[in-house]
């Protein structure tokens, strides 16, 4: 009974110290013109930086995992990310994960749902970023800014948690049904 309630307290405590995606979302999705901005939450008890990775289940669409910015500070809540060399992808499915670094991409700290990049006919026609933002720039090749203006997205925990969750819950799960 004891164990039981360790491992079901450690389950709870690694579902609360995930990451989690916020933006990009499945209503709020990126389009292919100028920077994008992603947006997450966090926990103290989270990493204090991650790597930003975009990805496709379709190899047609993405054919391997791209790098958009690394050692993102975890505390900002949202950067706003410059297109990739070869421009914004067009397509649907994609996802954003946050990982340990880019030589440890499987180290998954969250992954957004799934939303489309649309294609944009007049790019100077998307909207501007508020005035309020400042800017930093992050190690590697991408600048990013953190905005000040708080927005909300669709935003399902529960298919943005990461592997580790999973692993404490049925670590839980035994343990209660063992004891």
């Known amino acids: ?3 039981s309630a360790i491992l079901a307290s450690l389950s709870l405590a690694a579902f609360a110290a995930a990451f989690t995606v ?3 979302s499945q209503k709020k999705g990126w389009t292919d013109c100028n920077s994008q901005t992603l947006k997450w939450d ?7 930086n991650f790597t ?12 391997e995992p791209v790098v958009l910015a690394e050692n993102v500070d975890a505390s900002k809540g949202s950067i706003d990310i410059d297109a990739p060399s070869d421009g914004w992808p067009s397509g649907d499915d994609f996802q954003v994960n946050l990982v340990q670094s880019k030589k440890q991409l499987t180290q ?3 992954q957004s749902n799934m939303f489309d990049i649309k294609e944009e006919d007049d790019c100077s026609a998307t909207t501007t970023k508020s005035s309020s933002q400042t800017s930093g720039t992050q190690s590697g090749t991408n600048t990013a800014s953190g905005a000040s ?10 298919l943005s948690m990461s592997a580790q969750t999973g692993f404490f819950g049925v670590v839980a ?3 209660a049904a063992l004891a």
């Open 1 to 3: 009974m004891r164990t």
């Open 149 to 158: 203006a708080s927005e909300t997205g669709d935003n399902n925990g529960a």
């Open 52 to 63: 930003v990775v975009l990805v496709n289940q379709d190899d047609s669409v993405l054919s």
């Open 22 to 24: 916020t933006q990009p």
């Open 173 to 175: 799960l035994l343990g």
């Open 108 to 110: 998954i700290y969250a």
């Open 42 to 48: 966090s926990v103290t008890t989270d990493a204090s």
